[in-house]
């Protein structure tokens, strides 16, 4: 359901631009800066969501994700068409953020966004406890090493096809999915393990 819900909003984005993003980046590549103010504003609300779920700081989310748009100013021309705009533009981001990262010796953070799933209008008491519930898997997925936080924000936050995070995260769809296997089976194991602990 999540994932369902993070692809409408992914798609949205794409819904809301007026042409095709591919021609905005062989724009771009041609040297066209006035591409690249229409590439941001197409997509630096899920770039930056990106970010700030992979570092969890979001003064450190916008910095990287300047660090993006120079790297997609120089490099557009490198774009195959073999995945959507978005796609490859997280790929990028994602390349920036463990550059700027690994220079500034900080551990990547935990996917704070999955504290902000919507929610229907609840009853207060329910309310309380479906926050207690979504602040215990917040908790959790923060003790996931970082290969499955990251596939499962991939998954479950932006949407993205296994196909799409296989060339995110630059491994074969077959890692994908045993990555997410695993980050599944492991946070299912830590949410037991909390459960049981309250028993």
């Known amino acids: 359901m999540m994932r369902r819900a993070a692809a409408r909003e992914v798609g949205r984005v794409d819904e809301l631009v007026a042409g095709d993003p591919r021609e905005v980046l062989q724009r771009i590549a041609r040297g066209d800066r006035d591409a690249l103010g229409e590439l941001y504003s197409r997509f630096r609300v899920p770039l930056f969501r990106y970010l700030c779920q992979l570092t969890g700081d979001e003064a450190l989310a916008e ?9 997609v100013w120089t490099s557009a021309d490198g774009f195959a068409g073999r995945s959507s705009v978005l796609t490859w533009l997280i790929g990028v981001a994602r390349r920036q953020a463990h550059n700027v990262l690994r220079r500034r010796s900080v551990p ?11 929610a229907e209008e609840p009853e207060p008491e329910d309310a309380v406890l479906a926050r207690a519930e979504r602040e215990e898997l917040v908790r959790a997925v923060r003790r996931l090493p970082m290969i ?9 936050v932006h949407g993205l096809s296994y196909r799409e995070m296989a060339e995110v995260l630059e491994v074969p769809e077959g890692t994908v999915k045993s990555r997410l296997s695993n980050a599944k089976r492991a946070l299912r194991a830590l949410l037991d393990s909390h459960e049981e602990g309250i028993r």
């Open 63 to 71: 910095d990287i994700l300047q660090e993006t748009l120079v790297a």
């Open 148 to 156: 499955y936080r990251e596939a499962l924000v991939l998954a479950f």
């Open 108 to 118: 990547l953070a935990d996917a704070d966004a999955l504290r902000d799933l919507p």
